[in-house]
């Protein structure tokens, strides 16, 4: 059993950076890929990133990449996501989630446990 729960969202203006913790408990989360998602008003939850087990492979969505970076701290149970130039179309609830498996999936399917969210709001 794993749980997860995030923490760093709030309100920012366009152009402006916030750094999202996940921090983990179980003895399983090291084992397992993280990755976070994010879900906007009205819409599907999105794929935003993964991380394998042992931190190798980091990857944000072409969409992203340049802005947002994750990271983890296995010896702190810790994932997180840096976010930079934050803009209004990145207002969502952001999810981190631990996988099945060491290697990170883009698939919502692919995570077994998830956290409960944390709000993003960016404005003009």
């Known amino acids: 059993q794993v749980q997860l729960v995030e923490s760093g969202g709030g309100s920012v203006q366009a152009g402006g950076s916030l750094t999202l913790s996940c921090a983990a408990s179980?003895?399983?989360?090291?084992?397992?890929?993280a990755g976070w998602f994010r879900q906007a008003p009205g819409q599907e939850r999105e794929f935003v990133g993964g991380?394998?087990?042992?931190?190798?492979?980091?990857y944000c969505v072409d969409a992203l990449r340049g802005r947002f970076a994750i990271s983890r701290d296995n010896a702190k149970n810790m994932v997180y996501l840096q976010m930079n130039n934050l803009q209004p179309e990145d207002t969502a609830v952001y999810y981190c989630?631990?996988?099945?498996?060491?290697?990170?999936?883009?698939?919502?399917?692919?995570?077994?446990?998830w956290g409960q969210g944390t709000q993003v709001t960016v404005s003009l």
């Open positions: 991380i394998n087990s042992n931190g190798d492979n980091a």
């Open positions: 989630a631990a996988g099945r498996f060491a290697i990170w999936g883009l698939a919502a399917t692919d995570y077994t446990y």
């Open positions: 179980g003895r399983t989360f090291s084992d397992r890929a």
